[in-house]
């Protein structure tokens, strides 16, 4: 069984330019959530999909998007980078909410 | 707005020693409490609560959850180095798509 897997590990961007992070769930689970979690800060919900449709957002602008595909694995993009979107973001997939969720590694995000 | 409060912040303690984690938490919709051990990058589950009053226990980790008093405690028995990490609480809200985590408490463990 094959966890939770996020690439890339590490990326550097320009403040203004676009990114693509991905993430692909843990075999069986149909639910893949975004979290963003800044230096010293929990995780903040960013949003979830579950059956490749948008189920919940937090308080992120449009420009935080995203996508799942039949496969269940997911994308995160965000546009118009700012410096203050310079952080780790993990991703956590899911069966069902009462069974808990499975955290990857996480991408960081560095924007200068 | 969901709030969940972790405390102490920081925390370090020598090997052997007893500590206790805690959890507060002001939310709408509560379905669960989970409790999350973040060492590099990936937070690792711990422990998930859902009913007052029962201890959930693995190894020398336990958790407990007052849902009248809204708060939940982690404890760690007989530390060891390896236990250094930052220990995150999480409630689980609504319809189950939203983790409100804390800031999260940084147990450090020496020798």
């Known amino acids: 069984e094959t966890g939770v897997t996020q690439s890339p590990t590490h990326l550097i961007k320009t403040r203004g330019q676009q990114v693509t992070l991905r993430c692909s769930s843990q075999?069986?689970?149909?639910?893949v959530s975004w979290y963003q979690q800044a230096l010293g800060q929990g995780p903040q919900f960013i949003f979830q999909y579950y059956r490749e449709e948008e189920n919940g957002r937090g308080n992120f602008p449009p420009r935080f998007s995203g996508l799942q595909f039949p496969n269940y694995s997911s994308e995160l993009n965000v546009n118009a980078l700012e410096l203050d979107d310079s952080a780790l973001y993990l991703c956590?997939?899911?069966?069902?909410?009462?069974?808990?969720?499975?955290f990857g590694s996480g991408t960081r995000l560095t924007v200068v | 707005e969901d709030k969940v409060v972790q405390s102490p912040l920081s925390l370090v303690v020598h090997e052997g020693d007893t500590v206790t984690l805690n959890c507060s938490y002001e939310v709408t919709n509560f379905r669960s409490l989970l409790w999350y051990k973040q060492e590099k990058k990936a937070p690792t589950f711990l422990f998930m609560l859902t009913s007052s009053g029962i201890e959930k226990k693995s190894g020398r980790l336990s958790s407990i959850l007052d849902k009248k008093e809204l708060f939940s405690i982690l404890n760690i028995t007989a530390t060891q180095t390896g236990d250094s990490a930052i220990y995150l609480c999480?409630?689980?809200?609504?319809?189950?798509?939203?983790?409100?985590f804390g800031t999260g408490t940084q147990l450090k463990v020496e020798l």
């Open positions: 999480a409630v689980l809200t609504g319809g189950g798509n939203k983790l409100t």
């Open positions: 956590a997939s899911s069966f069902l909410a009462n069974y808990g969720y499975t």
């Open positions: 075999s069986g689970h149909n639910t």
